[in-house]
């Protein structure tokens, strides 16, 4: 069974920085492209950035340059710091794999929180 526990949230003024985490458990990590969402109040959900099994990474446009994904094959782990945020940047955060097969689509976890203030 998959499971995907999200943590590292809160609330941040504009320009700070936060870590979020996703461990993973089950066998959705070990040889998936992991990848990082976000869902604003009123928008659907965005890929914010993803992680090969092999550590390429691409990003979303807003967040290029500001985001680092990154992973721990042997924890099965997940990461994303987040650096120079801005206002809208406030979402809740999921990980996944990506991209999202219909299976998958049913793997998502409760989020974490991050709220970032003006």
């Known amino acids: 069974q998959v499971q995907l526990v999200e943590s590292g949230g809160g609330l941040v003024q504009t320009g700070g920085s936060l870590r979020l985490s996703c461990a993973a458990s089950g066998s959705i990590f070990s040889v998936n492209t992991m990848g990082w969402y976000r869902q604003a109040p009123g928008k659907q959900r965005e890929l914010v950035a993803y992680i090969t099994n092999g550590g390429s990474t691409v990003y979303a446009d807003s967040v290029k340059g500001r985001f680092t994904i990154s992973r721990d094959n042997a924890k099965n782990t997940v990461d994303l710091q987040m650096n120079r945020l801005k206002p809208e940047d406030t979402a809740v955060y999921y990980c996944?794999?990506?991209?999202?097969?219909?299976?998958?689509?049913?793997?998502w976890g409760q989020g974490t929180q991050v709220t970032v203030s003006s």
């Open positions: 996944n794999k990506f991209p999202l097969s219909l299976i998958a689509r049913g793997y």
